[in-house]
């Protein structure tokens, strides 16, 4: 959560930066007027120094690149490309827009991993909530209550102390400057690619008019989808189910060779292990992992999607 309030201050300091250096006025001047937004002290701090720098002649992305905490190794580039070619407000607006995109994946995890993560709570408490009721009954509330706290100190030594070191350890390489160049290569180097099977459920979230979908069906039409660089497009448009999967299988084929391969699927188990077993060859002759994509993308696409996400190699 904290995660996506920092990158949501972001993309707002980036848009209004934009808005206000292609309004005409300055850049000095419009970093002094996002002084006083309210924001994290971080940006604060380097919202200061920059519209200080600034005004005294020195290049917004230099000023960034003190501040790898709060600006990355990309809006940075895209800021310097901007002050060298004269289009500053654009590259302003397209730092926004990737941090919008990075915004809307974090928010689309935290939906999809709510219910796991509601699944290991219970698995988790409900077993202690049980042995405090029966110590409760049968003895007393204050060996109930130590029951409780020594289930709590067991949990805490075994799960959450390794979860807290790990997510410390995350934390400071993605902050760091090697860690955030890192991170901008992966997205580089990732995509999600997936035919639908039905172009319905586009057209209850608004993404397809109704004689488009209904036109679609009659002809049915598969479109083949990517989502790369935080960017959803369309690659093909397809007939029939053969050819859509034979397009899909094309399009692995031309994103070999793979650090890592998975296949998805919506309602579609007997399709995807038919799909992930042509692909083993691309996967150092294993068949990829199959994983069932969670209620929230399949509300948005249907049943019966089919695709792969990869990283591929460098």
């Known amino acids: 959560m904290l995660g996506s309030m920092r990158l949501a201050e972001r993309v707002q300091f ?10 005409g006025m300055s850049l000095g001047m419009a970093l002094s007027t ?8 971080e940006l604060k701090l ?19 690149a003190r501040h790898p905490r709060v600006f990355s ?13 004269g289009r500053l407000d654009d590259m302003l607006n397209l730092s926004a827009d990737y941090l919008e995109r990075e915004l809307e994946f974090h928010q689309t995890l935290s939906r999809e991993t709510f219910y796991p993560k509601l699944v290991a709570g219970a698995v988790l408490f409900i077993p202690l909530i049980t042995r405090m009721v029966i110590t409760a009954i049968t003895g007393s509330m204050g060996q109930a209550l130590a029951v409780g706290l020594v289930g709590l100190a067991w949990y805490t030594l ?12 995350v934390q400071r390489y993605g902050a760091s400057r090697q860690g955030r160049i890192g991170l901008d290569r992966l997205k580089q180097r990732t995509r999600v690619v ?22 679609g069906q009659i002809l049915s039409i598969r479109p083949v989808i990517q989502v790369f660089d935080n960017r959803l497009e369309q690659l093909a448009r397809t007939r029939h189910r053969e050819n859509s999967l034979r397009r899909l299988l094309e399009i692995a084929q031309t994103h070999a060779p793979f650090d890592r391969l998975v296949v998805l699927h919506t309602a579609a188990a007997e399709v995807a292990d038919w799909f992930a077993t042509r692909l ?15 209620s929230v993308i399949g509300t948005h696409v249907g049943p019966g999607a089919i695709g792969f996400a990869c990283i591929t190699r460098r």
């Open 14 to 23: 980036f848009r209004e930066l934009a808005t206000l250096v292609d309004a």
């Open 34 to 41: 996002l002084e006083g937004r309210r924001t994290s002290m």
């Open 46 to 64: 380097a919202t200061q120094e920059a519209a200080r720098k600034v005004s005294s002649g020195q290049r917004l992305s230099d000023v960034m």
């Open 73 to 85: 190794e990309l809006n940075r580039a895209l800021v310097a490309a901007g002050e060298q070619g």
């Open 158 to 169: 075994i799960l959450g102390l390794p979860i807290v070191v790990v997510y410390v350890l």
């Open 194 to 215: 997936a035919v639908l099977d039905t172009l319905e459920y586009l057209r209850r979230g608004g993404r397809l008019t109704r004689i488009s979908a209904t036109l």
């Open 280 to 294: 083993a060859h691309l996967n150092f002759g294993a068949k990829p992992a199959i994983i069932e994509a969670g």
